[in-house]
Nanobody, 115 residues
Framework: QVQLVESGGGLVQPGGSLKRSCAAS????????MGWYRQAPGKQRELVAA???????NYADSVKGRFTISRDNAKNTVYLQMNSLKPEDTAVYYC?????????WGQGTQVTVSS
């Protein structure tokens, strides 16, 4: 059992930056693959970035070179550093934790990139 609580969303201008955080509780954090997904109105939820228990990472092509996912197992927290933000990054962002057949979701937080 894993419970996920997100923070760090909000409004930012194009070219700006945000840092998202997702704190986990209720189980052993270091066993899980962690990820960030996003969903814009009328679109499917898509994977943005993922990080394994040992720190291997994977990114969507649309965010490579701009976003960085990291984790701190001692703090039971995963982060998403978002740089050079574009209007098309606007979406609700969700934290995710998975291990084999188990998966858990954060509450979702709006990120809006606009002038």
């Amino acid at each position: 059992q894993v419970q996920l609580v997100e923070s760090g969303g909000g409004l930012v201008q194009p070219g700006g930056s945000l840092k998202r955080s997702c704190a986990a509780s209720g189980s052993i954090f270091r066993f899980y693959v962690m990820g960030w997904y996003r969903q814009a109105p009328g679109k499917q939820r898509e994977l943005v970035a993922a990080i394994t228990s040992v720190g291997n990472t994977n990114y969507a092509d649309s965010v490579k070179g701009r976003f960085t996912i990291s984790r701190d197992n001692a703090k039971n927290t995963v982060y998403l550093q978002m740089n050079s933000l574009k209007p098309e990054d606007t979406a609700v962002y969700y934290c995710n934790a998975g291990q084999l057949q188990y998966t858990y979701w954060g509450q979702g937080t709006q990120v809006t990139v606009s002038s």
